[in-house]
């Protein structure tokens, strides 16, 4: 298993450019989150599926979107890329069923510089 | 709104002392989640309390959880160096988001 995984691993986007963060997991969990993480602070939650077709709003979700069609993949887009959404994004994915919550397991991340 | 407080945020502390690292949470919770994250690193998980006086245990690294008092504890017995590192806990609201404290920055001196 080869479990989270993220596209790109760096990236640099002018003010104004879009792009899509890729996120996969092969794990067949059903719930997925996005997190953004900035220098020397903890994570924020972006967006969360708890299953495919179905995306929610996290702490900090201006400025971004997402879509879940199938259960392995969660890109996040960024339309209008601003400054302050320079940070490193972590998406992460888990098992959760009546009576079982597992813990989430986390991509490598993607860091994002927008200037 | 489910709110996470660590604290402390900076510890530095001796190899072979003892400390605790506490974690409170505003509303009611069925989860409670410990994760380490090394320097540039991503997240990895340490330890998931889902009742009420659990207690887990894994080498130096001991969790516990009081859903009465809305509090976890992480405590690290006889530090090494190697234990240097942040620790976050997260914990699950009501509706699946799971919020994340500040962190905890350790450094252990030798």
């Known amino acids: 298993n080869a479990g989270v995984t993220q596209t790109p691993k760096f990236r640099i986007l002018k003010i104004g450019q879009s792009m899509t963060l890729q996120c996969t997991q092969d794990?067949?969990?059903?719930?997925m989150y996005w997190y953004r993480q900035d220098p020397g602070m903890g994570l924020k939650l972006i967006y969360y599926?708890?299953?495919?077709?179905?995306?929610d709003k996290g702490e900090v979700p201006n400025g971004y979107n997402v879509s879940r069609s199938t259960t392995e993949d969660f890109p996040l887009r960024l339309e209008l890329a601003a400054p302050s959404q320079t940070s490193v994004y972590f998406c992460?994915?888990?098992?959760?069923?009546?009576?079982?919550?597992?813990?989430?397991?986390f991509g490598p991340g993607t860091r994002l510089t927008v200037t | 709104e489910l709110k996470v407080e660590q604290n402390p945020l900076f510890l530095s502390m001796q190899e072979g002392k003892n400390y605790t690292i506490y974690c409170n949470y505003s509303?009611?919770?069925?989860?409670l989640y410990w994760y380490r994250q090394d320097p540039g690193k991503s997240l990895e998980s340490l330890f998931v309390l889902l009742s009420n006086g659990a207690v887990k245990q894994e080498g130096r690294l001991m969790a516990s959880l009081d859903t009465k008092a809305r509090l976890s504890t992480l405590h690290i017995t006889a530090a090494v160096h190697d234990l240097s590192a942040t620790y976050f806990c997260a914990v699950g609201d009501r509706d699946d988001k799971i919020i994340f404290g500040k962190g905890t920055r350790l450094h252990i001196l030798p």
């Open positions: 992460a994915s888990s098992y959760h069923n009546r009576g079982q919550r597992d813990e989430q397991y």
């Open positions: 599926s708890v299953g495919a077709g179905i995306t």
């Open positions: 794990m067949n969990h059903n719930y």
């Open positions: 509303t009611t919770s069925d989860r």
